[in-house]
């Protein structure tokens, strides 16, 4: 089982990046999917998710607006899109997968089964 995020990188505060999370050794089509963060020395928090079935998708206030998540079955791959970013959302962006879960599902506090390792955001002013 393996989840590998990508895309992370520095951006200026307003400018844009899309994270990649492609997923193996797991049914994707079968999954919840998500992405949470963690800033520097605060607690992970969830960012987005997208339901294993209708592809519904759940936000945190923070990203509505401003973040998309969207997901490929056929290529196994998760995507967030963000744009205009913040300072604020400086933080780790970790890629998270559940098995038959809606996105409000995996909004919730251990509702992860897997977890990817991160990648790093960083939002300059």
């Known amino acids: 089982v393996q989840l590998q995020a990508s895309g992370g990188g520095l951006v200026q505060a307003g400018g844009s990046l899309r994270l990649s999370c492609a997923a193996s050794?797991?049914?994707?089509?079968?999954?919840?999917m998500g992405w949470r963060r963690q800033a520097p020395g605060k607690e992970r928090e969830f960012v987005a998710a997208i339901s294993w079935s209708d592809d519904s998708t759940y936000y945190a206030d923070s990203v509505k607006g401003r973040f998309t998540i969207s997901r490929d079955n056929a290529k196994n791959t998760v995507y967030l899109q963000m744009n205009s970013l913040k300072p604020e959302d400086t933080a780790v962006y970790y890629c998270?997968?559940?098995?038959?879960?809606?996105?409000?599902?995996?909004?919730?506090?251990?509702?992860?089964?897997?977890w990817g390792r991160g990648t790093l955001v960083t939002v300059s002013s």
């Open positions: 050794g797991l049914t994707f089509s079968n999954l919840g």
């Open positions: 998270a997968a559940s098995y038959w879960a809606t996105g409000r599902y995996m909004s919730m506090s251990g509702a992860t089964n897997y």
